[in-house]
């Protein structure tokens, strides 16, 4: 299944920005400078929308501008009107579960307490791909949501950018639908 559409989660904002929870929305910000183009203001699907095109593949790109825990409005909204099924979106998000600098390929699965993907589930369904770019875990058990709100250290973000532009090289696959063969280079 080819990926026709790349969410990048985050919230919306410049006191929210650089946080850890909008490592996805960092991503999709490369692909954006990567392929020469621009986000542009879309209304009607609540986010910044762009296009991209690789060997002929077409690609739309998402971050939605509601806040986390509505990016299911969002990805319904492109995702029913450019009619792409659920199986063809990837959605790149913070994950605490891996340290700064590991991300991981998966297709499905749980929400793992992230509001962004329990509201994107609720929307559609969870047979969407993640990208899960990690950002690591608080020492305070219960400071999650201080946590991924706040800044990473400067060296956490150097890491979770070089994860991100590691990524790059399989956005191609991707579109193509060769899944597998990006998983084995991201992984390997």
């Given at each position: 299944?080819?990926?026709?559409?790349?969410?990048?989660?985050?919230?919306?904002?410049?006191?929210?920005?650089?946080?850890?929870?909008?490592?996805?929305a960092?991503?999709?910000?490369?692909?954006?400078?990567?392929?020469?183009?621009?986000?542009?203001?879309?209304?009607?699907?609540?986010?910044?929308?762009?296009?991209?095109?690789?060997?002929g593949?077409?690609?739309?790109?998402?971050?939605?501008?509601?806040?986390?825990?509505?990016?299911?409005?969002?990805?319904?909204?492109?995702?029913?009107?450019?009619?792409?099924?659920?199986?063809?979106?990837?959605?790149?998000?913070?994950?605490?579960?891996?340290?700064?600098?590991?991300?991981?390929?998966?297709?499905?699965?749980?929400?793992?307490?992230?509001?962004g993907?329990?509201?994107?589930?609720?929307?559609?369904?969870?047979?969407?791909?993640?990208?899960?770019?990690?950002?690591?875990?608080?020492?305070?058990?219960?400071?999650?949501?201080?946590?991924?709100?706040?800044?990473?250290?400067?060296?956490?973000?150097?890491?979770?950018?070089?994860?991100?532009?590691?990524?790059?090289?399989?956005?191609?696959?991707?579109?193509?639908?060769?899944?597998?063969?990006?998983?084995?280079?991201?992984?390997?």
């Amino acid at each position: 299944m080819p990926i026709n559409l790349i969410v990048g989660l985050g919230n919306p904002g410049q006191e929210y920005e650089s946080t850890r929870h909008n490592a996805g929305a960092w991503l999709v910000e490369r692909l954006v400078h990567q392929y020469k183009t621009d986000l542009r203001l879309e209304p009607k699907f609540k986010g910044l929308t762009a296009t991209i095109l690789d060997h002929g593949n077409e690609c739309k790109l998402l971050v939605p501008t509601t806040y986390m825990n509505n990016s299911g409005i969002a990805v319904r909204a492109i995702a029913h009107f450019y009619k792409i099924p659920i199986e063809n979106i990837l959605v790149a998000h913070d994950e605490l579960d891996f340290a700064p600098g590991v991300i991981r390929l998966k297709q499905g699965g749980g929400a793992n307490g992230h509001n962004g993907l329990t509201s994107i589930i609720e929307h559609l369904n969870n047979t969407f791909y993640r990208l899960r770019i990690g950002i690591d875990r608080p020492e305070n058990k219960d400071g999650f949501s201080d946590y991924v709100l706040s800044n990473p250290s400067r060296s956490d973000q150097k890491l979770i950018a070089t994860a991100i532009d590691q990524t790059l090289p399989i956005i191609p696959l991707l579109l193509e639908g060769d899944v597998a063969q990006a998983m084995q280079i991201l992984h390997g």
